[in-house]
């Protein structure tokens, strides 16, 4: 891996719980500044798959390499070059978002003038002095974004960031992962449910089922599948029968 | 950028001193509640020096035509009297001041308040001298009636008599509180470490917090470390508060080392810490972390010694339960409060005791469950 064109390598990983098979086999490349995004129903395997690429939870087959490193022997460079954001995370309720934002800060040896610049980043500089319990819900999810920020990553794993935003914060948002592309070519893993979501902000959508990739490409590229299709239902139910949402 | 407040460490006892003492229900159970129960329990359990004697006076006619009977010259002489009543304090230094409380009644009326346990010797009162009845088996009973008697017959000078062939022995440490506040101590280690810590590891787990911060370059083994720590600063305030109070209130002292005290204080947190992170070191349901908590503490509670002593079990249980952490702490705690302990008679327990935490600690850790 001499001059890596990927930042992101997943080689044909396979995850089961019990007998759950959660990812069955699944490849993908992700290049530096690039912005994708995971699409598919409830239980299609997205959140395994990127807490996979996290480091959070171990394939049981198959090989994920992040800048050319895996992260069995590279812990702590990883930890330095990954941001990310959980699907469901609820920070210590009695701590304002200021000492929450202290605290992930001290994890990267930053200091408060970082945690400064990610709250106006964030949008959330009226808030610092607020207790996370008293933060509403899409305050809360700025602030995940913002402790995924902290370390200035060159990867961004977020799994469902905007799920449950107006419309205008999840504008907001977008344009800040727009900016961070612009300024520092970060790249982008993002899962989610909105297709105008992935449209807007990513290069590449992937779309997964039951553990498996079934189609990936830009929207034109994807929609052209098969003859062509008006949408994405129209094209998951091409492919499996079923709505892609009910 | 390498300031001490910018050091994860200290982020995370920081942030964890503020869930502390934000949650008010802390500051009641863990500084009010002790305070009240050393309180309660000391009261009621600690006997007053002094004695009071309640009689009941039943005047038989023969005093009643008008002639004073000697008790009633001396009840004059020496009482205070209120409504049908007469106050007698006998003095004496040594001894501590007695009080004879006389009541003058009917003699059906007496029988009653007899029973009630208002009174506990009751006089019948004549002219050829006084008729006492009471329950021989009271001890209360016969010390009031020898006080009375005498009272009767010699006036309040003989009590105050005594005093010379007297040499008092005040044995400090021997009361109920001295030996009730030292287990107090050592259960409140126990109980803020196993539920505080477990409780936080639990609900940050079960918050998915937990993997969220292991998701960083943060330490795994700084983020327990902090909750000790915290937890260790949070104990020793409340125990610091508990013994201002039980020096203040009921003159409980430290008769031993004080830095010997220390020790085992910071041994007995290692102990119980170490315990903590082992019973949550892989559940994400507060309801099976609460059955082991429960399980580990409360017999602790019931057989280690903190309210009574341990030594009324038989003997076979005696030797196991001398070695449970609670009992050596608060064993080794009332060696030091009572005995003029010093490192010399604890230094085994501290020993003893920061082992379990390390190793416990270090059994936890390797079983841990981070996601
Ligand atoms: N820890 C686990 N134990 C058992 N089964 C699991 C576990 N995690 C995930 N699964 C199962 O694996 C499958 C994929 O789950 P996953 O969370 O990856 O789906 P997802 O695509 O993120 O869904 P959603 O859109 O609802 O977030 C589901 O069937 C889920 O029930
Ligand atoms: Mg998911």
Redesign the pocket.
Known sequence: MIDAPFIVEVRNVK?S??D?H??KGVSLSIKPGEFVA?L????????????MVEGI?NPDEGEIFISGLQWKNNQHELHQLIGLSL?ETRFMDKLTAYETMRLFASFYKLDAHRVDEVFALIGLEDKKKAFVDNLSGGQRQRLALGVALLNKPQILLL??PTTGLDPNARREIWNILLGLKKSQNTSLIL?S?YMEEAEYLCDRIII?DQ?TILAQGTLAEILALGGGHRSLDELFISLTGRHLYE | MNKITNHQLYRLVVAHFAEIIREPAVIFWGVIFPILMAWGLGIAFTQKTGVHAKIAIVRTEQTIDGRKSKLFAGLTENGIKKDSSYLVTLKNEKLGDAQLNYFETSSSNAYRLLKKGKVSVIIEDSNRGSKYSFDPSSQDAKAAYQLAADFEQNGTKSYAKMQESIVPLTLKGSRYVDFLIPGLLGMGIMMACCWGISYTIIDRRSKKLLRRMVATPMRKTNLLIALITARFFMNLAEAILLFIFAWIYFDVTIQGSVSALILLFMAGNIAFSGIAILISSRTASSEVGNGMINAIVTPMMVVSGVFFSYHNFPDWAVSVIQYLPLSMIADGFRTIFNEGGTFVDVWREAVILASVGVSTFVIGIKTFKWY
């Not at chain 1, 598919?40 to 807490?51: C, D, Q, R, S």
């Open positions: 995850k719980f019990k759950v959660a990812v995971l598919g129903p409830n239980g299609a395997g997205k959140t395994t798959l990127v807490e939870q699907q799994d469902e899962t449910h997964m553990g």
